[in-house]
């Protein structure tokens, strides 16, 4: 593919997704009927199956274009779009969060509707404010701060962002992992199944396509860990891509901003060596 076919692709997927995402926050907020209810299912359904299918397709064009602009050399295109790259993470990590919280509406919206095609006209309404007042706890849970009561931890969720996504990039395996590690893998009260679904829900791009093949169970959890761990948890190859990264480094301009990026640039990779352990002091990396 082109360059420019690729940057198209790029600016076509990240407006959807931003326009969807706009539409889904509406179907999260407004106020339902019962004459409503099965078209807000269908629209919440639609948005999801959206989401699904753009989602990755997004990530893989990143991806590719990154690639491209590596090969091609372009350095003012890469440059742009390594500045750019925060906000398409942002946009991917808030894609996966828009879909639990609508399969959690539509979960709701699935029981209100089977509650109101039950022949009980006398409990109906008392029904209906309970499973109102469900979704609203559900999502005060989804963006409250995590409770530190040990009798309710089983029961809450876990924190929105708090954990970072992972896309298959080696230098930034630990950092993942390191946190994934704290709040899920060591968590006692979570079982592997449940913890193989938060898992899944962190993983995109070659990380989510290398588990791709496990059916989620409490079996798969410690075979997903190992494939992860195997193929991009070696220590050593996230020192050697910080290495390689150093060492390609462009020279910058006399440009105010040209010289900023360089240096963070090389003190992001410089902290990531020291955090793998490494001599950043040594001679071959200043000559």
């Known amino acids: 593919m082109s360059l420019a076919y690729l940057k198209g692709l790029k600016t076509r997927y990240k407006n959807l997704l931003e326009v969807e995402l706009g539409k889904s926050e509406e179907l999260l907020t407004r106020e339902v009927s019962?004459?409503?209810?099965?078209?807000?299912?269908?629209?919440?359904?639609?948005?999801?199956?959206?989401?699904?299918?753009?989602?990755?397709?997004?990530?893989?064009?990143?991806?590719?274009?990154?690639?491209?602009?590596?090969?091609?050399?372009?350095?003012?295109?890469?440059?742009?779009?390594?500045?750019?790259?925060?906000?398409?993470?942002?946009?991917?990590?808030?894609?996966?969060?828009?879909?639990?919280?609508?399969?959690?509406?539509?979960?709701?919206?699935?029981?209100?509707?089977?509650?109101?095609?039950?022949?009980?006209?006398?409990?109906?309404?008392?029904?209906?404010?309970?499973?109102?007042?469900?979704?609203?706890?559900?999502?005060?849970?989804?963006?409250?701060k995590p409770q530190h009561d040990e009798q309710n931890q089983a029961a809450v969720k876990l924190p929105k962002l708090e954990i970072m996504g992972y896309n298959g990039?080696?230098?930034?395996?630990?950092?993942?992992?390191?946190?994934?590690?704290?709040?899920?893998?060591?968590?006692?009260?979570?079982?592997?199944?449940?913890?193989?679904?938060?898992?899944?829900?962190k993983l995109h791009g070659t990380a989510q396509s290398a588990i791709s093949g496990l059916q989620l169970s409490n079996e798969n959890y410690d075979v997903a860990i190992d494939i992860l761990k195997d193929r991009f948890g070696d220590?050593?190859?996230?020192?050697?891509?910080?290495?390689?990264?150093?060492?390609?480094?462009?020279?910058?301009?006399?440009?105010t901003s040209e010289l900023r990026f360089l240096f963070d640039k090389i003190e992001r990779n410089l902290r990531s060596l020291e955090a793998l352990n490494q001599n950043i002091d040594q001679d071959v990396l200043f000559q």
């Not at 499973?131 to 559900?138: A, D, F, G, P």
Request: aromatic share 10%; charged share 35%.
């Open 235 to 255: 220590i050593q190859n996230a020192v050697n891509a910080h290495y390689v990264e150093l060492i390609n480094l462009s020279c910058a301009s006399n440009r």
């Open 169 to 201: 990039d080696k230098q930034k395996f630990k950092e993942f992992w390191d946190q994934f590690e704290v709040t899920v893998h060591k968590n006692t009260k979570l079982s592997n199944v449940e913890k193989f679904s938060y898992l899944k829900s």
């Open 34 to 144: 019962d004459f409503d209810l099965e078209s807000q299912i269908r629209k919440v359904n639609k948005s999801y199956r959206r989401f699904d299918e753009f989602g990755p397709k997004f990530e893989e064009t990143l991806e590719r274009l990154s690639l491209t602009l590596e090969t091609a050399k372009a350095e003012e295109d890469l440059k742009t779009f390594q500045k750019e790259s925060e906000l398409y993470f942002n946009i991917i990590t808030e894609v996966t969060s828009r879909k639990e919280e609508l399969k959690l509406i539509d979960n709701f919206l699935q029981e209100k509707y089977k509650n109101l095609s039950k022949p009980e006209p006398d409990s109906k309404i008392e029904q209906l404010i309970e499973i109102q007042m469900q979704m609203m706890q559900q999502m005060q849970l989804q963006n409250a």
